[in-house]
């Protein structure tokens, strides 16, 4: 097979008119010719992410991804890791082959994140070796217990060192991590943070020899902050969104980010190499560069500009040309749902108690505290609970600030990390109503108001469904402008809502045993007085 098209040349940052040669799945030869039309470049590749978090299984993720130009992704299967073990973690392996897009997994080391909440599996040092010894398991993932890196707990160190014995990378999870924790953290052997919200934290984790990679996902948003890394940083980044929902996702991924450094005007070779040849490059991925003798992996886009996919190639097979509709194939199941639909849900009279405020486009929180008998809706001040999917038993409560809505409830059993049922409402009713909706579809979102809902099931773990992406998508939309027209201000909802029972990221969470102080890393009261 010959292509003729316009060659970017990221490597001796070049571009020019070329005949491609394409050969048993290799690009045999990059020739100059006199003309071309279109470009041809390396497909992007997003360094970080979570595929559960798009609501879809790395088959039908890898479709969507492939129509924006993508050829890879370094991802993280924590989430089903932290439902269903190993178990979990193959059948997303499995699943992932159903695609040409190349999706290259970790080994997850936090599971459970922390012993203060109830999962549905543990990967102890045992399981972490099992994956770590197979080839198809690329790096050991985000080390989130970085106080226990710090402190040197023996579970965390063990795990790192089979990392090492094995000659995987290390991903890191430090946010706000500096000075001389930070050097203990990387002296472990922690190569990379996607967690960095400041410029300085940044640009101290690059000089002390971590890569950054800039996440800009549908909850976490730090490209804002971290893009003038750029200029003087470009061999030592890469963009993540992390968590991706399937709205967004339809949206695309690493190529809007493409498009947002170059419209604020950074150089494109610059920007190319960040997006499409530092993950290749730092994760040993089996990913063509566009050079002979690489995997013929590359788009063709109309300009670089705006980047408009044409076609994509994986192994020099065309997987995706604009106008043919993607492939969704039919899915295989799996899931642990076990717990029972709720009578009640009870909150304690406090006359003053703690409340959480969540934060628009972030996943730490505050600690408030407020004063009068809750709920106050005018003040913002709504009922939450966390409710365990494993099996039956009392759900925690707390209040909550931050969420706006004026009536009705929502709940989602994507809920990072153990992924137990959380809601968030204003009346007793409507909230049990919602958390008892998930209940009965085993896993999804749903929002309700009195005899209205609207819901999306996730068949899958209760984190994926096995539906068309596209219709997952704009079912997405509907639940969550259903939770806006409720009252919520925050952009993205129900991905805020998953956030609020991660305890490893302060200041106050909920998990189902109870109230969390991140800070001092203990369960506190809600009621103070």
Known sequence: MVITANYVDIFNKKIFPAKITIKNGKIQSVEETEKAENYILPGFIDAHIHVESSMLPPSSFGEIMLMHGHTASVSDPHEIANVLGLKGVYWMMENAKKTPFKIYFGASPCV??????????????????????????????????FPGVINGDE??????????????????????LRGDDLNKYISAGIETDHEAFSYDEAEEKIKKGMKIIIREGSAAKNYEALHPLIVKYPDMLMFCSDDRHPDDLIKGDVNLLV???????????????????????????????????DNADFIIVDNLENFNVLKTFINGEKVYEKGV????????????FNTEKLENIEFPGCTEYNVIEAIDGELITRKLTYKGAGPNIDEDILMMCVVNRYKPAKPSVAFIKGFGLKYGAIATSVAHDSHNIVAVGTNKKDLLKAVNMIIEMKGGICAVKDEEAVSLKLDIAGLMSSQNGFEVAEKYKEVQNFAKNLGSRLRSPFMTLSFMALLVIPELKLSDKGLFDGVKFEFTNLCIS
């Open 112 to 145: 459970p994140a922390t012993s203060f909440e109830t999962s549905g599996a543990k990967l102890g040092v045992e399981e972490i070796e099992e994956l770590l010894k197979r080839d198809d398991i690329l790096y050991l993932s985000e080390v989130m217990n």
């Open 155 to 176: 579970d965390m160190i063990n795990k790192i060192n089979l990392a090492k014995k094995y000659h995987k990378h290390i991903d890191g999870h430090c946010p706000g």
């Open 259 to 293: 498009k947002r450094s170059l419209k604020l005007g950074y150089e494109l070779f610059d920007v190319l190499k960040i997006a499409c040849i530092n993950p290749v490059l730092h994760y040993g991925l089996d990913v063509g560069m566009l050079r002979a003798g």
């Open 325 to 336: 509709d993607l492939r969704f194939e039919k899915i295989d199941t799996i899931n642990n």
